[in-house]
């Protein structure tokens, strides 16, 4: 995605197309398969001879929406002396194919062309020559084409000095970078005009903002950021998709907001790169705005923006309108089928998840590895044991999918959870490809739901020869404990891990107040209502021993590091956020509470209390799925 942010488009008339008018028939080809039986007829009359005829041929098959590359290749090599606009068109339709063999043959191809020496390389060749030396991360060959473009008298063409500076920039060689960025924006200054020149200068400014993005060195990034002169839609988007796609969720909406202050409107590609941090973080009505935005501004929500809007529904626990949004979707891509089904099965709608996929079958549209994912999570979390078999059976006999870890690790938890231990177990040591922690997580959590001490102990061992660092295998095995009431064992577990300095990832939610992220760690006390949060977690705490609720004592042990904190006080941050949301708004209004772990059950049995007493819709995400807790009751059926 980075890359299509600061993509330094070939600006559509960057290469002269032939004026089809001559050959009007060509442009008018719906289909490669259009396209050979005209090339058929031209070759019958002759007409293919007209190099401009076999120029428009190879243009189509190369660079149109119907474009085959292997197709295209051949039209090139029977070509006699092809001249410079077909060598830039087969090199281009080769370095932006996305493939790296195919896009080292495209620097192949300029080798070649160079080779021949018929034709020189122009200010076109170069740029898809730097595209694929970039894609491909060889800088060397790079270096050596930046020697060529001084050699061929173009280090003054902004558009191939973009381009150089790019190339550099995904190599990582940011001196390079920055060395032509100082000489080429200083010329530039001096040769400002009019506002003209100032665009190409933006256009360096947000390579080397990029760069640095992409280095994951944010603070450099920023500060050039914000000392750019001037910025373009395309700087703010570079931003943002930077902090998005590195887990700086915060960061990326902040500087949305930031930019909605300003004079640019956020474009297409702003709502695309901003809208998976804001799934992220469960914030839903920033997403909402984002929505409204696109539709109010006409910006087509095609696959791709509608993809992303369902993802965003989904996760922030909105399955309605992610539905919705699916609905109206023209054309529908493979993604967009995928992040609905990935969506029903978080919300643990494993029917509508698998009908969702058979609709896809029906349409003709190949499913991914990614679906299978969606699909078979949809199962586990129903327990829908055989037909996750069939599925996983299917995927690779049938569809020909090579099953990835994350596969395996639906299989093993969908026959954990569903009680079959023994089979799990084995399915594990069968896997032809090692098993991760995950993994060996899922069956060792199977085991404590199940009560299977022995397997527990065994997965435990292998888990802590496997990460003997990671706090989960420990806290898995003295859950298991636990729920046996296995005290002595669990005080055994502890001093082990206190003896090796483990600590247990810290718990941490979100809650989404009028668009501001509000964040909770366990005892949080930091926050600047944290007094009357605390009444109001007591006065919960109240109200749930008056309805004889007694808190699950085996969760409360469980949070070793917090042992001194250890009381009835003791609160998880999903309890803290809810406490929190209740105060900051008015009655009747649903609470959505994002949560980095998996929930607890003694939260979970408050949550279902909760929503109860306090006539409250409360949807929680967890790290592995949602939570609808209403009257009392929870959309999982506790099966979780
Ligand atoms: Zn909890
Ligand atoms: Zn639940």
């Known amino acids: 995605m980075n890359s299509s942010v ?65 197709y295209a290749y051949k039209v090139f090599r029977r070509m006699h002396r092809p001249n410079c606009f077909s060598w830039n068109t087969i090199i281009r339709a080769f370095a932006e194919n996305g493939e790296d063999e195919k896009a080292i043959m495209g620097i192949l191809l300029f080798c070649e062309m160079l080779d021949h020496g018929f034709v020189r390389p122009n200010m076109f060749t170069f740029p898809s020559v730097l595209k694929a030396c970039a894609e491909t991360g060889r800088v060397e060959e790079g270096k050596q084409v930046h020697g060529m473009v001084v050699k061929f008298g173009l280090d003054g063409d902004e558009f191939v000095i973009s381009n150089l500076m790019r190339m550099y920039a995904v190599c990582g060689v940011m001196e390079d970078t920055n060395s032509l960025f100082c000489k080429n924006i200083v010329e530039d200054v001096s040769r400002v005009i009019d ?11 947000n390579v080397m903002v990029d760069g640095y993005v992409r280095q994951g060195s944010f603070n450099q990034a920023r500060k050039l950021f914000d000392e750019m002169p001037q910025r373009s839609v395309v700087s703010w988007n570079v931003m943002i998709s930077g902090y998005a796609q590195n887990g700086n969720f915060k ?29 992220r973080l469960g914030a839903l ?7 409204l935005y696109a539709e109010k501004n006409g910006i087509e929500i095609d696959d791709v923006l509608g993809s992303a809007l369902i993802d965003m529904y989904s996760k922030c626990g909105s399955i309605e309108k992610a539905i919705q949004v699916f609905g109206r979707i023209p054309r529908k891509n493979v993604i967009t089928w995928s992040a609905m089904i990935g969506g029903l099965a978080l919300h643990g709608r494993a029917i509508e998840a698998l009908d969702c ?69 084995e399915f594990i040591m069968n896997m032809p490809v090692k098993p991760d922690d995950v993994i060996w997580k899922a069956l060792l959590g199977a085991c404590k739901m199940h009560q299977n001490v022995e397997m527990g102990k065994r997965v435990a061992k292998k888990l802590m020869g496997m990460t003997p660092h990671d706090s989960g295998s ?5 859950n298991l404990y636990a729920s046996l009431g296995n005290w002595e064992a669990v005080a055994g577990v502890r001093l082990k891990m206190r003896e090796m300095d483990i600590r247990k990832d810290p718990g941490c939610s979100w809650i989404e107040l009028d668009g501001a992220i509000h964040e909770f760690v366990v005892e949080d006390e930091f ?42 006080l003791h609160y998880h941050s999903e309890k803290i956020a809810v406490a929190f949301g209740l105060i900051s708004t008015s009655p009747g209004t649903p609470l959505r509470i994002v949560k980095n772990l998996r929930v607890c059950e003694d939260c979970h049995a408050s949550m279902k209390l909760i929503s109860k007493i ?7 995400r967890d790290r592995k799925r949602f939570h609808h807790f209403k009257n009392g009751l929870c959309s999982c059926n506790d099966y979780w």
């Not at 506002?195 to 400014?205: A, H």
């Not at 299989?411 to 959870?417: A, E």
């Open 527 to 568: 926050h600047p209502q944290a007094k009357e949060i605390h009444s109001m977690l007591e006065e919960i705490s109240e109200k749930l021993r008056l309805l004889d609720y007694r808190p699950n004592t085996t969760q409360v042990l469980l949070n070793m590091d917090e042992e001194d904190k250890e009381s009835a």
């Open 357 to 425: 996929f058979q609709r896809m079958n029906q349409a003709g549209i190949k499913p991914s590895d990614v679906v299978y994912i969606g699909v078979l999570s949809a199962c586990s979390h129903a327990g829908l044991v055989q037909e996750g078999r069939e599925l996983f059976n299917h995927m690779i006999n049938v569809v020909g999918l090579e099953p990835r870890i994350e596969h395996y690790g639906c299989m093993v938890d969908l026959l954990g959870r569903a009680g079959f231990l023994k089979e799990a177990e």
């Open 195 to 205: 506002g003209k020149k100032e665009e190409s200068n933006i256009v360096l400014w």
């Open 251 to 279: 960061e990326a909406i902040d500087m949305f907001y930031e930019m909605q202050m300003g004079e640019l409107p956020p474009n297409y590609v702003t709502l695309v790169s901003v809208l998976p941090a804001i799934s």
């Open 6 to 70: 600061i993509y330094i488009p070939n600006s559509t008339n960057s290469i002269p197309t032939h004026p089809s008018s001559l050959f009007p028939q060509v442009s008018k080809c719906k289909s490669i398969r259009h396209l050979t039986q005209l090339h058929a007829s031209f070759i019958k009359t002759g007409q293919i001879h007209d190099p401009l005829a076999a120029a428009e041929i190879l243009r189509f098959s190369s660079l149109s929406d119907y474009r085959e590359i292997d």
């Open 474 to 478: 420990y806290v898995g095995l003295s």
């Open 285 to 291: 009505e920033v997403g909402k705005w984002v929505h």
């Open 614 to 620: 306090y006539k409250r819709r409360i949807v929680v």
